[in-house]
């Protein structure tokens, strides 16, 4: 008897990673770096950069540094699109495309990715004018002009914080517990940092760009105080012992500590031509009122839902539905709190509720991704499996990394019987949690009815190893048997 060592469990990431690896090896030349102007190893092409760019902005959005999504407010968005746009055209890459995000989490952060640029409503709220912005922006766009990765640039805080809380709240099978905790698949490629240099290299393009266009580049100083102050508030809200906070302290203590860069920035500028104006433009009053809205609506995350999702993680369910309350009663636009009341009341098995509030949310954003999910899970758990298939697609192609979703289209594919659809799903889920008590029992008998008894007979074994003394278990146990000479006879000398 040979190879009963069970599956091999490549996870997504480690396979994305080999991928973009195979990428680089295929494509390795020279290239002209567009900021220094020398000849470096290129690793992959502009086209590749953008390609990959594209596929980890969804998760990214979703997924990455606090998840949430787009933060709606479309005056607001257009006028700092153009603030952005002016640095993008000044910069090195200029020929690039990019758009321009305000991600809705708590957490400080800025981050770029080929094509794409965002900065967080937790940064944006505490950001004085429109010259720090510049700079914060300035900063994000010299990583992609000097191509210091290709996949991940972040500045400030890198996080997994907070991922997803709003989807995760699970209910209704007997599945649910193992699914809590996920969310945070997309995130992990968000974990690339860069180097110290790598920062103060952007630190100084950030400098550059915003003088170009006339800002006085005395606010990256200022911004990157801001930054600092508005990391330790986050901190602080987050409270005593919680598994974040502790994240959060790692990243504080390993991050490039504000005060040498500050040196460096005022170094740089000491190195500047005099700026042509002495007026300071900062547009602060029309910044300020421009991103009122939004720091009013800023408050009421922190304060209130915030604490609501940790809540919900930790299963107190009264707190997290008190402090729901109070969230929507001070801000009614605010999807994300709709849509989490659903969540909880989903575990409270209130079905009709759930469903009201779910609704609600996308009525103020059709693409609410965790309203979508709740809608697929809402209708998964009443057996309405045409109905979860339905919403549960949606919610996946927004967030294609969303194991949770990816987890509930399996399985409803898996209740219809339609197993062809329900494997891809429920492999995917598999490999991201390849220790859940019951997935590889679920897959084996969807591989037997499929015909793939190879595959079959791996699940059946790894479901046996994994939890024995469940249904599940002994079904599979019977099954593993009962294939077993099927399986192993062709591999026979
Ligand atoms: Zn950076």
Not at 208 to 220: F, I, Q, S, V, W
Not at 299 to 328: F, H, P, W
Not at 360 to 367: A, F, Q, R, V
Request: some cysteine; hydrophobic content about 35%.
């Amino acid at each position: 008897m040979k190879n009963k060592q069970g599956i091999k469990r490549i996870c997504w990431l480690w396979r994305l990673g080999l991928l973009i690896l195979l990428i680089f090896l295929a494509a390795i030349r020279c290239a002209t770096n567009p900021v220094t102007q020398q000849s470096q190893l290129m690793l992959i092409s502009e086209e590749q950069e953008l390609k990959i760019g594209n596929e980890t902005y969804p998760n990214a959005l979703w997924g990455g540094e606090g998840g949430g999504g787009e933060y709606k407010d479309e005056q607001l968005k257009q006028y700092l699109h153009q603030v952005v746009k002016k640095i993008h055209d000044a910069s090195h890459r200029s020929n690039l495309p990019f758009t321009f995000v305000i991600q809705n989490t708590s957490v400080p952060n800025a981050w770029a990715i080929p094509g794409h640029v965002a900065i967080t409503r937790g940064l944006l709220a505490g950001l004085d004018n429109e010259a720090e912005f510049a700079f914060v922006m300035g900063h994000e766009i010299g990583h992609i002009s000097a191509r210091h990765s290709a996949s991940q640039m972040s500045w400030g805080m890198v996080t997994q914080l907070g991922l997803g809380l709003a989807g995760l709240a699970v209910t209704g099978t007997d599945y649910g517990p193992a699914l809590l905790g996920l969310g945070s698949v997309g995130a992990s490629l968000m974990l690339l940092k860069y180097s110290r240099d790598d920062e103060l290299v952007a630190d100084r393009l950030g400098v550059e760009y915003m003088t170009k266009l006339g800002y006085n580049p005395r606010y990256a100083v200022t911004a990157h105080q801001n930054l600092q102050r508005i990391s330790n508030e986050y901190l602080k809200s987050l409270g005593q012992q919680t598994q974040e906070r502790s994240f959060f302290e790692e990243l504080l203590s390993t991050h490039p500590r504000t005060a040498i860069r500050i040196e460096e920035i005022q170094e740089m500028i000491n190195q500047q031509p005099p700026a042509p104006s002495q007026v300071d433009r900062t547009n602060k009053s029309y910044f300020q009122s421009m991103t009122t809205n939004l720091r009013n609506a800023n408050k009421v995350y922190v304060e209130y839902y915030d604490k609501a999702a940790r809540a919900l993680q930790k299963k107190n369910v009264a707190e997290a539905n008190n402090l729901l309350g109070k969230a929507i009663s001070a801000d009614r636009n605010q999807a994300s709190f709709y849509s989490l009341e659903g969540f909880v009341l989903l575990q409270a098995k209130n079905y009709a509720d759930a469903e009201r509030y779910f609704q609600g949310s996308l009525t103020l954003d059709k693409n609410y991704q965790p309203g979508l999910r709740g809608l697929g899970m809402l209708n998964y758990a009443k057996n309405n499996y045409g109905e979860s298939i339905r919403y549960l697609q949606q919610s996946a192609k927004l967030f294609p990394q969303d194991i949770a979703s990816r987890y509930y289209l399996g399985m409803s594919h898996y209740q219809t019987k339609d197993y062809k659809s329900a494997i891809p799903h429920l492999a995917a889920f598999a490999e991201v949690q390849p220790k859940h008590t019951s997935i590889h029992g679920i897959l084996g008998d969807c591989y037997e009815k499929t015909n793939n008894l190879t595959s079959a007979y791996q699940h059946y074994a790894a479901q046996v190893q994994i939890a024995p003394n469940s249904d599940i278990g002994r079904a599979s146990a019977s099954r593993f048997s009962a294939i077993k000479p099927l399986v192993e006879k062709p591999q026979k000398k």
